[in-house]
């Protein structure tokens, strides 16, 4: 039965299943059924129905996006979550799940070395959050900065009506941000820029300057920047140190997106990456990317959570409390009302590997990447695109991006591996995640063999063409 062993068997399976859109629906009935069902009926038609539309993200042959975490006991604390089933908007409306993510926050956050004034723990404003995604940390950051801005405007200009501010208000990021950067603009209502990035991919703080001098120059008031730490494209590290300066000299918020790249800031030697932290106003990171704790679990940390809180203070009679103020209400720190007991999981997993078994875990990956990546390099038909840092790989076939989209089609095509592609400047190449914490040498050397022989017959069709 799958549940028994499928993780044992992702490695054997496809990666990716062969599934047609629609597959799913003449497989089960199409109302719901009046009686209860036989529980080892629905285990089989986990088997039938399910199973045969999974792609398995947690195969060692699974390379694409950036890796999801999975763990035993990041599913058993899910679980613990899921039956005492609370909703801990408040911190009476279940103290425990409040405080433990306080707490959780603060080991979390001295792990990764960060700046004290982030922490609950160094008895200023300071304090971290758990959100369900970079999307949402980077979007209630923006609100935040957006809140911050107005006030600020409306001291110096009392007479402006907050639309006319909003109408001025200006965000950035690097051109290689992650799409929900973008959206975050988008969704928050202010114009969004999207900036030059220096020949390795990266934000620097003259650019930042130059667009910023710009916009006052239009009348338009800069208020929000989100650096980048570990792209999504090429995993390329924005120059926070030099943007943060900038930032900081403008009094414009600064946001840390650091979804992938965050977790391997618990090893010492990778914290150079972060060089410019302290200049930040909130930073953000992933553990259910690469820290072993199931999705989802997005931390998120703020200097002075105040301009969030009010950004979106709403206080309903229902909702007040006699504790207020003595303990954060998370639900002023998001963009939902409900939350789950999600620290539970950064508990059970601290706990369960220790700090040393997580910072093996990032280390294991990082050296799988530089193995790929001398492979690549011993190959003369291949070239690597970015510099490799962390655990992805950016490589492609000497020559055009045609050539490169007819090896991605038959390396998906032919389902053994998955990979996807990215493009900058125009120059498609192939993305190399190592995501499985089942991952091991041997699969790295397998997993290149299949790309090598689609290669191979790439380059013979093509000489047969010509
Ligand atoms: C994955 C990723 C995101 C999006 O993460 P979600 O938690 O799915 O919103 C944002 N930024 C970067 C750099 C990422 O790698």
Known sequence: ????????????????PTVEPGYMKPLLPSEAPQSP????????????????????????????????????PGIVADMLSGAIACIGFTWISSPAC???????????????????????????????VIQGTASEATLVALLGAKARKIRQVKDQHPDWSDNEIVGKLVAYSSCQAHSSV???????????RLLEVDSK??????????AIRKDKEQGLI???????????????????DEIGVVANRENIWLHIDAAYAGSAFICPEFRYLMKGTELADSFNFNPHKWMLVTFDCSTMWLKDPTYVINAFNVDPLYLKHDMQGSAPDYRHWQIPLGRRFRSLKLWFVLRLYGVENLQRHIRKHV??????EALVLADPRFEIVAEVVLGLVC???????????TLLKKINGAGNIHLVPSKINDVYFLRFAVCSRFSESKDIQNSWKEIKLRADEVLEEQSVSK
């Open 37 to 72: 069902e036989n529980w080892m009926d629905i285990m089989a038609d986990v088997e039938r129905v399910i199973m045969p539309g999974v792609t398995h993200w947690h195969s060692p042959k699974f390379h694409a996006y950036f890796p999801t975490a999975q763990s035993y």
């Open 367 to 372: 050296a799988q990447a530089h193995e790929f």
């Open 98 to 128: 409040t405080e433990l993510e306080v707490i959780m926050l603060d080991w979390l956050g001295k792990m990764l070395d960060l700046p004290k004034e982030f922490l609950a723990s160094s008895g200023g404003k300071g304090g971290g």
């Open 395 to 405: 490589f492609r076939l000497k020559g055009s991006n045609d050539i490169n989209e």
């Open 222 to 240: 800069p208020f929000y920047v989100v650096g980048t730490l570990g792209t999504t494209n090429s995993c390329a590290f924005d120059r926070v």
């Open 182 to 192: 973008e959206r975050a603009g988008l969704l928050g209502g202010v114009k969004f």
């Open 1 to 16: 039965m799958c549940a028994n062993n499928s993780m044992q068997n992702t490695g054997l399976m496809r990666v990716l």
């Open 201 to 210: 991919n990266k934000l620097r703080g003259e650019t930042l300057a130059e």
